[in-house]
């Protein structure tokens, strides 16, 4: 399929753990980010982190970081934007991105495998992940190609849901299992954070 783009979208605001950045939070004895990127990495050819403000905070991980390119904390859909305008300039062959959240520390490591596994079976325009029932649409493909009519939707239609702008175009939802866990399970408050040291030990 050609080489794949990714971004992690680190922009938010963790309002509901008090501010800060929650994928610099330690899980099992490393940063939330670290176990993201060890796990996406792989998967794709070139890996940016989506974050705003100081980017100093995040030099140590050796990843272009890139701040949204519509306002300052518009929501994924600004960091998803900001991967697929990225791509266009620095690598003109990649023609899908693939998005990870940087609160899920337990992303499929044959995550992007298995989606474009779609693509082979359909013609879809982005790719997104299912599991238990649960659509993650940040958990996602997207034809980089998508770009200009994203931009046009946040700046015309002022959409920041992903669902408003995705209904627009030809998505497939791709099953992932939840034995032993569920893998797209994201931290958002101290408890969930909890939560995850006990996951982290029964993830393979």
């Known amino acids: 399929m050609g080489p794949i783009g990714g971004i992690i979208l680190a922009g938010g605001q963790a309002r509901r753990m008090g501010g800060g950045d929650k994928c610099l939070r330690l899980l099992g004895g490393e940063t939330i980010l670290s176990r993201i990127i060890e796990r996406v990495k792989p998967q ?58 940087g609160d899920a520390p337990f992303i499929p490591q044959d995550f992007v495998r298995k989606c474009l596994q779609a693509k082979l079976r359909g013609n879809p325009e982005i790719i997104c ?15 980089v190609d998508l770009a200009r009519h994203l931009r046009l939707a946040m700046e015309k239609d002022d959409i920041r849901k992903i669902d408003k702008w995705s209904s627009r175009h030809l998505v497939h939802h791709e099953e992932f299992s939840t034995d032993p866990i569920d893998p797209f399970f994201n931290i958002n408050s101290e408890g969930d954070l909890l939560l ?4 982290h030990h029964k993830d393979g």
């Open 44 to 101: 794709i050819s070139s890996l940016i982190l989506n974050a705003n403000g100081h980017p100093e905070r995040f030099l140590d991980y050796n990843l272009p970081i890139v701040p949204d390119v519509i306002g300052e904390f518009a929501g994924p859909l600004a960091g998803i934007l900001t991967g697929m305008e990225w791509m266009r300039k620095h690598h003109q062959e990649i023609e899908w991105l693939a998005s990870f959240p």
């Open 196 to 199: 995850a040291e006990t996951l």
């Open 129 to 143: 992940a299912r599991s238990a029932g649960r659509t993650h649409p940040v958990c996602a493909l997207w034809k």
